[in-house]
């Protein structure tokens, strides 16, 4: 059952009866695609928790997915400040763009989101079979096991980059990349395994940020 409340009498409707959407990813906060809805589309997604819309060109309410089974699970529906416009934080089944893309702004100029796998990774916690996932079987075996996976992989990481050549071939790129990857998984890992969200760590790392900034202009910080 949809949790989802939107109240439609207080949203602004524009002279064809509609509302932009924005549609979010919940977990990096990259912006999937622009869509529009009426009330009726808006109706089906509070019942739903699916992603319904209204598809100007063709003049009919279309649900995303309904084709492709890319749908959009929503999580929480924003209204902005003049009432005109909507955020819908999404959970994503697969590519949001038509064309196949994980979103339709590519090239996506974030350069590292994790949160979907932070995501997969808690939905491996959840109800995977230790005998199919290594994350599961991993999960299992507790903090310790997994901080020193951590361990590890950290000492494999700062091995490639010591041996790293930049003007050599790219097996030595392709080694640093693979062994950073490994380290940041089993780091999320780590933390999930934890219970801490990695959203705490992204929020620490703002702070940081913020503070050493205001500390440049003479007002402390780090």
Same mark, same amino acid.
């Given at each position: 059952?949809?949790?989802?409340?939107?109240?439609?009498?207080?949203?602004?409707?524009?002279?064809?009866?509609? %509302?932009?959407?924005?549609?979010?990813?919940?977990?990096?906060?990259?912006?999937?695609? +622009?869509?529009?809805?009426?009330?009726?589309?808006?109706?089906?997604?509070?019942?739903?928790?699916?992603?319904?819309?209204?598809?100007?060109?063709?003049?009919?309410?279309? =649900?995303?997915?309904?084709?492709?089974?890319?749908?959009?699970?929503?999580?929480?529906?924003?209204?902005?400040?003049?009432?005109? &416009?909507?955020?819908?934080?999404? =959970?994503?089944? @697969?590519?949001?763009?038509?064309? @196949?893309?994980? &979103?339709?702004?590519?090239?996506?100029?974030?350069?590292?989101?994790?949160?979907?796998?932070?995501?997969?990774?808690?939905?491996?916690?959840?109800?995977?079979?230790?005998?199919?996932?290594?994350?599961?079987?991993?999960?299992? =075996?507790?903090?310790?096991?997994?901080?020193?996976?951590?361990?590890?992989?950290?000492?494999? &990481? %700062?091995?490639?980059?010591?041996?790293?050549?930049?003007?050599?071939?790219?097996?030595? =790129?392709?080694?640093? +990349?693979?062994?950073?990857?490994?380290?940041?998984?089993?780091?999320?890992?780590?933390?999930?395994?934890?219970?801490?969200?990695?959203?705490?760590?992204?929020?620490?790392?703002?702070?940081?940020?913020?503070?050493?900034?205001?500390?440049?202009? #003479?007002?402390? #910080?780090?």
């Amino acid at each position: 059952m949809s949790e989802l409340v939107l109240d439609l009498e207080c949203l602004r409707y524009d002279e064809r009866g509609l %509302v932009t959407v924005v549609v979010q990813d919940e977990a990096s906060g990259a912006v999937l695609m +622009v869509a529009w809805s009426n009330r009726e589309a808006l109706e089906l997604t509070v019942a739903s928790g699916k992603g319904h819309f209204f598809s100007r060109s063709r003049q009919q309410l279309w =649900r995303k997915g309904e084709t492709s089974g890319n749908e959009l699970d929503v999580q929480q529906i924003l209204v902005d400040c003049d009432a005109d &416009t909507l955020i819908y934080r999404v =959970r994503p089944h @697969g590519p949001a763009c038509h064309l @196949g893309t994980r &979103t339709c702004f590519e090239p996506n100029p974030a350069t590292l989101e994790l949160g979907w796998l932070a995501r997969v990774l808690a939905d491996r916690a959840e109800d995977a079979d230790q005998d199919a996932s290594y994350t599961a079987r991993l999960l299992a =075996r507790g903090v310790a096991r997994v901080a020193q996976k951590v361990g590890e992989e950290g000492v494999e &990481t %700062v091995i490639a980059g010591l041996t790293y050549d930049r003007s050599g071939s790219g097996e030595d =790129r392709a080694k640093l +990349v693979g062994e950073s990857a490994d380290l940041i998984y089993h780091l999320l890992v780590l933390l999930q395994v934890a219970g801490v969200d990695a959203q705490e760590i992204g929020a620490e790392l703002q702070r940081r940020h913020v503070g050493r900034t205001v500390g440049s202009e #003479g007002g402390g #910080g780090s």
